[in-house]
């Protein structure tokens, strides 16, 4: 394994994202702000861009034509719950673009080759994880506030976008080779859907050089 940081010892501020005090109890960060934010971030949405499940179980979600539209999937359970499991079958098609949203850890089980300027993105409270059992590539933004965790991948995959794990990334058993592409997902200035009440609406806090993210 080789491992070349831009800038090391950065200051956990440049590297994190913390979401704002919504619920404004003068604590910002919290699980309950969390909620708070995505919640209004689907108010922003048209109705049929949007699919809102709410429980504690564990759902199964396969990126296919029968997503299409939805810019957004958010699970919301209690915290650690609503875990997702991203079976990525058949794909996204070309130039769709779509975040799932997570109250606890998403599992995303990479196959297959994402189609020319796709976006999968995803948001996690708890946590990230993500396997591979055959070649893979992925492009968009994976943001977890917990731990991402990259192990059972045996084979070559690649992610194209970016990482931003708040607890750390862990990597666990690779048995091929995992590249990490930076590439800049923003669209005409807006960044992908789900992150906006992270970065106040525009780029502002949201750039295209990895060693210059920073957290509003």
Known sequence: MFIEDKNE???????????????HNGIADEFADFVQVNRDILKSYPSEEVLYIKGNGTYLIAPNSSLE???????EGEE????????FGEGLKKDQKMTVISTGTVVHNQTGF?????QLNIIS???????????????????THGIARFENIYDTTVTNGSVIANGGVALGEIWSTKTFNYADTTMDEI??????????????GYVARPDAWKAI
Request: no cysteine; net charge negative.
């Open 9 to 23: 010892k950065v200051a956990a501020s440049l590297v994190s994202l913390t979401y704002p005090d919504a619920n």
């Open 69 to 75: 539209g939805k810019k957004i999937i958010y699970v």
């Open 80 to 87: 650690g719950n609503g875990n997702v499991v991203i079976l």
């Open 114 to 118: 994402a189609a020319p300027d796709s």
């Open 125 to 143: 409270w708890t946590g990230y994880w993500e396997t591979a059992a055959f070649p893979a590539s992925h492009n968009g933004v994976i943001y």
């Open 191 to 204: 960044v992908p859907a789900g992150f906006e009440g992270l970065v106040g609406g525009g780029t502002s």
